[in-house]
């Protein structure tokens, strides 16, 4: 038996805003930022589990603040019954009755609630000596359901339509480990479609793309009408007819607004319009979902929680479902989105980028693949090649495809270095633009 | 002109939970606190302005924080600028691209919103000289929907129509206002429900709210059926067969067992189930209103913003909207609430209770009534008869109704004591119990 002995938080910011990187319709200078988590124990093994909160600036210090509140859950504890029930250990962060207030299930707490159960994660597949997602992908079907609240759920999935859907995938999935091996998942890019790119970047960038072997790109859109219809016949003159391009508004429109703009681009027949309004318009969604087919909604960076999850789901709203590893309650919370989302036969195509959102969430796609929805059709997962340097194990792109990790953990180690040379003082040093 | 020249925040937390009072289905030990907030100027009147965010215990320090994180946006700038456009000064709270991203819009940053901006309000009042429903309902219709942030509202309610609701209440204001200062707002009182009160006083307690001039009770159900069916006949017994009782079950089921726990309490009438399921469930809460009518599903307590209001009135889901002083974005956000609801044709029925949940909601019951929509039919204030001796100046309670509040201000300042003795040093006094 060991013991948590300490819980290390941090608050961590890069000075993304200074380069434009990351701008887009709703957030024109973000500074890519991590709550950071640390849990260690007093076993000889000297592992530690890592996990943070992805942020994009001021507030990180707020989101820091909601991860303290939850030491008392787990410091001083034995670690081995927690890592050994990790559904268990999941409702008691999320459903602490004080704490829940705060949202419920929604904001900073319960994404507090994600960063301490992810950093167990990572303890967990340290100690396993595995990668999460094979740690998850070994778990047998009723391991796996345990870790799931179906709380909410049951008009739409209950425990056993879940462990059936799991029961279905447990015969192929050697066979796909090997597949995830040998070549790896597919990504998609959005490097080339950042809203200030000069149109000459925009084509070399989209060119680029293809040649690099990803499966799509993705433009931000939701400015100007002018300029989107301009970017998209750049970028679908440089990519081609038939490669998937996806078009992102960050929550720009109205609903009528979004129905109006997406159909005066079809003539591009973009793949998804992602977060077309507001990311809690569920209604919304399946107004616009039904006034611009062909083309699919896709929302979930923003989605609070698996009871939202739903109800896109149940009402038609989305063709694609974006996972976030930080948004909602962890691991956990984002199992329940892969099988609410294979319950009803639609597509997880990950969000990633910020910072450590791409090494986080590609073991969620992995076992997604293996032990749920046993298909990567449709699927993608987004790429953005940035602050993958302050990984301890960064992702790994090869012809266009996340290369599978190996090492042991979660992917969520930030290097020394990187924790103490990016630590927020109050300003950013000129040191932390090199 | 005069400047803001400081932010006072505080973590005030009263030890409730020892006595059980506010127990039910969900929440067994709140201990309700405030996470409060003084603005000050440095004008020569001295007026402060004060407001906070309500909560029930672990984490009241993180919701401190988030006030603390808007800090900047206000301190050392001129505040008769943004006391004249209030609805300027809630964009710029609510959309700051890089706090935003911890809700969006919903949860802890979202409620420090509400907080500063109620401040505002508070200095507002105070400085005009009137209490806050007396300003708000002598501005113009123009004026009012300029303090209402309309985007993602447009496919229920714009700026137009709801310029038109205002301009229809205009001719009777007046009357309006007399009426209230002459008979006050109907309450109803929850004091005889709480879970764990025995048979004889919650007997005892029915019967005093009918003597007392309440318009209406409530109790908590959802722990167990065969009490709630107990519990509900001796209130039914107490309170006779036509005074309306409402049953709250703090979100404690699935959408199914909603239904049919219910089903199983009708033959007592209730006039509105309370919170059957997780707030979010919009569809959930659809669902649950179809399978249950003529009895009607009420919820808000925990609803994050307007965007989910306007999908609970699109939907059909609620037959009474519970706006709460503190959930959402603050005072302009339960006014877009308010105008939504006289589009729906729905009455708002403030949920209340806490600490100075009462002090702060009458003035938007008030207002409604008086500018929005002119009824007070089927629409009650709930009121708890707890923690109101902190306040300089309380709610008061006469033959069952709300008196209108003449003091200057919002109601929402404590007296400088209780401040003072119940600021949160990390565990509760003897003297806190006193």
Avoid at 4 to 25: C, E, K, Q, Y
Avoid at 210 to 239: E, H, M, P
Avoid at 360 to 373: E, G, K, R, T, Y
Wanted: net charge negative; hydrophobic share 45%.
């Amino acid at each position: 038996m060991s013991t948590i002995v300490r819980i290390d938080t941090r608050d961590i910011r890069f000075p993304t805003s200074i380069h434009l990187d990351g701008s887009d319709a709703m957030n024109p200078d973000p500074d890519y930022s991590a709550a950071y988590v640390v849990i260690s124990t007093d076993a000889d093994d000297g592992i530690e589990g890592h996990a943070f909160v992805f942020t994009i600036g001021r507030g990180n210090d707020v989101q820091v603040a909601a991860i303290d509140a939850l030491r008392d859950q787990i410091l001083g504890k034995e670690v081995e019954p927690r890592l050994l029930d990790m559904g268990e250990m999941w409702r008691t962060l999320t459903h602490d009755s004080q704490l829940r207030w705060l949202g419920p299930e929604k904001g900073v707490m319960h994404m507090a609630s994600g960063a301490v159960i992810n950093a167990l994660w990572d303890l967990k597949a340290k100690r396993a000596g595995l990668p999460l997602w094979q740690l998850l992908a070994q778990m047998t079907p009723e391991e796996i359901v345990d870790l799931v609240d179906f709380r909410y759920l049951s008009d739409a999935l209950d425990r056993e339509e879940a462990l059936s859907i799991l029961e279905i995938a447990l015969p192929g999935r050697a066979a796909r480990v090997e597949e995830l091996l040998t070549t790896g998942y597919p990504a998609y890019t959005t490097s080339p479609g950042w809203l200030r790119y000069s149109d000459e970047k925009l084509d070399r960038l989209c060119r680029r793309a293809v040649a690099d072997g990803f499966s799509q790109i993705k433009l931000k859109v939701g400015a100007n009408l002018d300029d989107d219809t301009r970017r998209l016949r750049i970028a679908r003159k440089a990519v081609g007819e038939d490669f998937p391009i996806a078009v992102d508004a960050n929550q720009r429109w109205d609903v009528g607004e979004a129905i109006s703009w997406m159909n005066a681009l079809k003539e591009f027949h973009p793949v998804w319009i992602e977060e077309p309004t507001n990311s809690d318009d569920i209604l919304g969604h399946a107004t616009i979902a039904r006034g611009i087919a062909p083309m699919a909604v896709a929302t979930g960076e923003h989605v609070e929680n698996r009871i939202v999850v739903k109800q896109l789901l149940q009402s038609g709203a989305i063709g694609v479902l974006q996972i976030d590893a930080t948004r909602a309650g962890g691991i956990n919370e984002n199992i329940a989105h892969l099988l609410l989302a294979a319950k009803f036969g639609i597509p997880v195509c990950p969000h990633a980028g910020g910072v450590g959102l791409c090494e986080a969430v590609q073991h969620l796609s992995m076992f997604d693949f293996v032990a749920v929805s046993r298909s990567k059709e449709g699927r993608v997962i987004e790429y953005i090649d940035h602050l993958h340097e302050h990984f301890v194990h960064p992702v790994v792109i090869e012809r266009g495809h996340y290369v599978a990790p190996l090492a042991p953990g979660a992917s969520t180690q930030m290097r020394a270095e990187s924790i103490e040379e990016y630590t927020w003082r109050g300003e950013f040093s000129l040191m932390g633009e090199t």
